[in-house]
């Protein structure tokens, strides 16, 4: 049973912020939720981590709201070079990350 | 910093043949971790090593075998090769075992089976 449900693809033009949404509703108090993004041909690349509330860092913002069975992952002034597979995952403390299909984002001009 | 590298970066392979895939970890990171990537899914973990020795097996059958070596670099084997074999392998390192730690990449190794 998959842990998480994202889109499986999105649409954006340059310059505008993009909101990914991803739905973990049998999320365990010990879980993180962590995102990825993967560019073709090229290894995934961690983006952002929270537990709850918000995390942002200089490329990125994470909103996880009180029951935690969602997050969105913003992405402020998209670029070309943002087009990618972006990954939400949700991990315990074990030893593997657990990827699902991604979110397959699309920025164009 | 050297980032993670891996070797070669593709390769055609004969069904029931043999391949060794090869990762060097980044600097520092005694925890290896594998994974197979068929194409338009998401990576799949293989297996993954700590301080030579295996922590952990996701659901691969045991012709997928590993090694981890002192300086922390790692092997990829790999017998009797399948069609299905063929996928984008990946080598992540990382300075603890556990999935919640930040996991870096490398760019992967192409193995095409035929």
């Known amino acids: 049973l998959a842990k998480t449900t994202q889109p499986i693809s999105m649409d954006s033009y340059e310059g505008q912020e993009v909101n990914i949404t991803c739905s973990h509703n049998?999320?365990?108090?010990?879980?993180?939720i962590t995102w990825y993004q993967q560019f073709p041909s090229q290894g995934p690349r961690f983006i952002i981590q929270?537990?709850?509330t918000k995390v942002t860092n200089e490329v990125a913002s994470l909103f996880i709201p009180a029951d935690r069975k969602s997050s969105t992952l913003s992405l402020p002034r998209v670029s070309l070079s943002d087009t990618a597979v972006y990954y939400c995952?949700?991990?315990?403390?074990?030893?593997?990350?657990?990827f699902g299909k991604g979110t397959s984002l699309l920025v164009t001009p | 910093e050297t980032g993670v590298t891996q070797s070669p970066t593709h390769l055609i392979k004969t069904r029931g043949q043999q391949v060794t895939l090869r990762c060097s970890s980044q600097?520092?990171?005694?925890?290896v971790s594998w994974y197979q990537q068929a194409l338009g899914q998401g990576p799949q973990f293989i297996f993954q090593?700590?301080?030579?020795?295996?922590?952990g097996r996701g659901n691969f059958p045991p012709r997928f075998s590993g090694l981890q070596f002192p300086n922390y670099s790692s092997e990829l084997n790999v017998n009797a090769l399948e069609l299905d074999d063929s996928a984008l392998y990946l080598c992540?390192?990382?300075?603890?075992?556990?999935?919640?730690?930040?996991?870096?990449f490398g760019p992967g190794t192409r193995l095409t089976v035929t």
């Open positions: 995952l949700v991990e315990d403390s074990g030893y593997a990350l657990n």
């Open positions: 992540a390192s990382s300075p603890r075992r556990d999935n919640t730690y930040e996991q870096y």
């Open positions: 090593y700590y301080r030579e020795e295996e922590n």
């Open positions: 600097s520092g990171h005694n925890t």
């Open positions: 929270g537990y709850k």
């Open positions: 049998n999320i365990a108090t010990n879980d993180y």
